[in-house]
Nanobody, 125 residues
Framework: QVQLVESGGGSVQSGGSLRLDCAAS????????MGWFRQAAGKEREGVAS???????RYADFVGGRFTISRDNAKNTLYLLMNSLKPEDTAIYYC???????????????????WGQGTQVTVSS
């Protein structure tokens, strides 16, 4: 049974930093493509960052060098380090997994099979 559990969300002032963790289980983490997505109130879910095997990464344009996605295969954990946070980064953040799709670097939600429950990030000005 695949499980993805996010943690690390919270409230921070503009310019602050947060690190999100996603603990994964129930599949071969090493061979999965992983992604972070977010959904703000009243908006569609959007891709933030993706990472595949061998640590190739891809970011949405709005990230602008502020976020870093990484993974620890020994701990089956995905991370998103977010710096220079802005009020427009306020959203629920979700991690997503595409097991066995080691080649995938996608920011499209449809390409991922499993999702976590989400963690709230709130950035105040």
């Amino acid at each position: 049974q695949v499980q993805l559990v996010e943690s690390g969300g919270g409230s921070v002032q503009s310019g602050g930093s947060l690190r999100l963790d996603c603990a994964a289980s129930g599949y071969s983490f090493n061979d999965a493509s992983m992604g972070w997505f977010r959904q703000a109130a009243g908006k569609e879910r959007e891709g933030v960052a993706s990472i595949r095997r061998s640590n190739f990464t891809r970011y949405a344009d709005f990230v602008g060098g502020r976020f870093t996605i990484s993974r620890d295969n020994a701990k089956n954990t995905l991370y998103l380090l977010m710096n220079s946070l802005k009020p427009e980064d306020t959203a629920i953040y979700y991690c997503a997994a595409a097991p066995s799709k080691w080649w995938l670097l996608s920011l499209r939600a449809i390409d991922y099979n499993y999702w976590g429950q989400g963690t709230q990030v709130t950035v105040s000005s």
